[in-house]
């Protein structure tokens, strides 16, 4: 690939710092690509694996050493994509993005970022949203990875191709493809006062168990699907309907009793819940909206994806 380089890139010795500059960049993308923070680590580790495995002659006659790495990573995470298809075969119950907390400047790409033009920004930051990330789980490896590097990260179809390993005209229908899938499944905005409002009044009326005002929260044709993973107990399947998940949450508030405790928190860059059991955090709550409505609720319960919310 042949993007222009990072600042602090030495075409002809590239040092640790400037390499290593580049990993903010590769969790970045391994993040959007995955949806699983640990997963993004393991790729950027593997990525300078291969760096370091070369001979110093051989990394000063890569031109760009960041666009090298994130040929690399881009690669790894699309075999990774592959192989998750058969993994999530076997996975309890419903498989949802691991939720990150803020700050995540990142991930998101924030700090740091002050040549970085506002439009790019705004891509970024929306495409960590939790809806943003379970549209592109629903992708084909290739369609996700496509779309990624061009829409969010704006590399050009002729190096997209060379990660993918299709053409520059295949991985254009690709991302198009891609698009229209996003557009179809409409994923919310970016957080704003009226979001974090309507989750207020949602964890007024959960706490109180209050089924009716949880119901006047909740879009008629709203879901809730939650993710233990077989180590948490939980919903297997997807609620479907407000009245249905207004009562099934209104009775996990009367089961839970009063060793829960909702907190208003910031999930993927939108307003959300954290539930906190014992003083431990049990469950992560994300959402999107419709309007003045809660229209998806995704729970994480799997105490695996719930490492970047712990404070120990």
């Not at 881009?74 to 700050?103: F, H, K, Q």
């Not at 999107?288 to 994806?305: Q, S, T, Y």
Request: proline share 5%; net charge neutral; hydrophobic share 45%.
């Amino acid at each position: 690939m042949t993007t222009t380089a990072e600042p602090g890139d030495d075409r002809a010795d590239p040092g640790l710092g400037a390499i290593m500059s580049e990993r903010r960049r590769l969790i970045n993308l391994g993040y959007r690509l995955l949806g699983s923070l640990a997963d993004a680590e393991d790729v950027v580790q593997e990525t300078y694996a291969r760096w370091y495995a070369m001979s110093p002659r051989e990394q000063q006659a890569i031109e760009t050493p960041g666009a090298w790495l994130m040929t690399v990573a881009g690669r790894i995470c699309l075999n990774m994509l592959r192989s998750a298809r058969a993994r999530r075969e076997t996975y309890v119950g419903d498989w949802i993005p691991e939720p990150l907390p803020e700050p995540a400047e990142w991930i998101t790409g924030r700090s740091g970022a002050g040549g970085t033009d506002p439009a790019d920004r705004i891509t970024l930051d929306e495409s960590v949203t939790m809806a943003f990330l379970v549209v592109l789980d629903a992708m084909t490896p290739a369609e996700r990875v496509a779309f990624v590097l061009h829409d969010v990260f704006r590399y050009p179809f002729g190096e997209v191709a060379q990660i993918v390993g299709r053409s520059a005209a295949a991985c254009r229908q690709l991302a198009s493809s891609a698009r229209r899938r996003i557009r179809t499944a409409r994923p919310s905005a970016g957080p704003s006062a009226g979001q974090a409002d309507i989750v207020r009044r949602f964890r007024t009326a959960w706490e109180a168990k209050d089924i009716e005002a949880l119901i006047g929260l909740l879009d008629p044709d709203a879901t809730a699907t939650a993710d233990g993973g077989g180590l948490a107990v939980t919903h297997l399947r997807a609620i479907a309907g407000g009245e249905r998940i207004a009562r099934a949450y209104a009775e996990i508030a009367r089961v839970s009793g009063d060793r829960t405790t909702f907190v208003e928190c910031t999930v993927n860059g939108v307003p959300g819940l954290v539930a906190e059991q014992d003083g431990a955090i049990a469950t992560v709550f994300a959402f999107a909206f419709a309007g003045d409505r809660i229209r998806h609720i995704w729970a994480v319960r799997n105490p695996e994806k719930l490492r970047p919310w712990r404070t120990d």
